[in-house]
C-alpha cells in the first residue's frame, strides 16, 4: 500500500498562475482533506470531503477550490496563485470510523508563490 | 482558530533523557491525539487518548489526559537522536462534522 500520495512534490508559480494538487490514497478511506501548514501556524484545514460526493470549507479556504474526483482523489486548486499561498500543503484521509477517526498524511507539496 | 497549544515551543535535551511536552484546549473534546512530523516529511499519528481515558502507554511514550485543566502531556521516556521531530497535538471535537483541530507544535531535539 502507498498510503497517501501527492502530486506534485514542489511548485513554482508566478503570481496570477493557477495549479492544481493532486492527492489519492488506496486505503479505501471515506473522509479526505487539505491542510496548509506554516511557520508557527501549525497546521490549518482548508477543505475536506467527509465522503465521496461531498466536500466543505475548513479554517482558511479562500482562493481555493477542490473536487473529490472518486472515493479515492482529491485535488486542490488555486485558480489565480497569490504570493500568501506560499506555503507546504498536506493530504490526509481517514477511515471516520465514529467519533475515533486518526488521519493519515501525504508527504506534501511544498509551493512557492513569486 | 487553533484548538490546542503545546508547550514548550521547542526543547532541546540529552540522548536517554525523557522528554514532556504539554498541551491545552478550549473547549470541550472527544479524544486528544499526539502526531510526529519529521522534517520535510508528513505527519504520522502516534496514540490517542479518548476524552474519558486519563492515561495511555505506547512503548516509549506516556500520554495523560487532564479534562478538568483541558490539558494533556506527551512523555517520551530514555529519549534517542531518531526522536528529533516537531509533535503536534490534535483535538477531536464534534458529532457528526467531527474534524481534528491541530496545534502549532513542539520541536524536539534531541542531542547525541
Redesign the interface.
Known amino acids: 500500500n502507498a498510503g497517501v500520495t501527492q502530486t506534485p512534490k514542489f511548485q513554482v508559480l508566478k503570481t496570477g498562475q493557477s495549479m492544481t494538487l493532486q492527492c489519492a490514497q488506496d486505503m479505501n478511506h471515506n473522509s479526505m482533506y487539505w491542510y496548509r501548514q506554516d511557520p508557527g501556524m501549525g497546521l490549518r484545514l482548508i477543505y475536506y470531503s467527509a465522503s465521496e460526493g461531498t466536500t466543505d470549507k475548513g479554517e482558511v479556504p479562500n482562493g481555493y477550490n477542490v473536487s473529490r474526483l472518486n472515493k479515492r482523489e482529491f485535488s486542490l486548486r488555486l485558480e489565480s496563485a497569490a504570493p500568501s499561498q506560499t506555503s507546504v500543503y498536506f493530504c490526509a484521509s481517514s477511515a471516520r470510523t465514529g467519533a475515533e477517526e486518526t488521519q493519515y498524511f501525504g508527504p506534501g507539496t511544498r509551493l512557492l508563490v513569486l | ?2 484548538q490546542g497549544e503545546e508547550d514548550p515551543q521547542a526543547l532541546s535535551i540529552q540522548e536517554g533523557e525523557n522528554a514532556t511536552m504539554n498541551c491545552s484546549y478550549k473547549t470541550s473534546i ?2 486528544l ?1 499526539w502526531y510526529r512530523q519529521n522534517s ?6 502516534l496514540i ?1 487518548i ?1 476524552s474519558n481515558e486519563r492515561e495511555k502507554h505506547s512503548g516509549r511514550l506516556r500520554v495523560t489526559l487532564d479534562t478538568s485543566k483541558k490539558s494533556s502531556s506527551l512523555l517520551i521516556t530514555a529519549s534517542r537522536a531518531a526522536d528529533t521531530a516537531s509533535y ?1 497535538c ?1 483535538t ?1 471535537h464534534g ?1 457528526s ?9 513542539t520541536l524536539l531535539t534531541v542531542n547525541p
Open positions: 482558530s487553533q472527544n479524544n491525539q520535510g516529511r508528513g505527519l504520522v499519528h490517542l479518548r503536534f490534535a477531536g458529532g462534522n467531527y474534524k481534528l483541530t491541530f496545534g502549532k507544535g
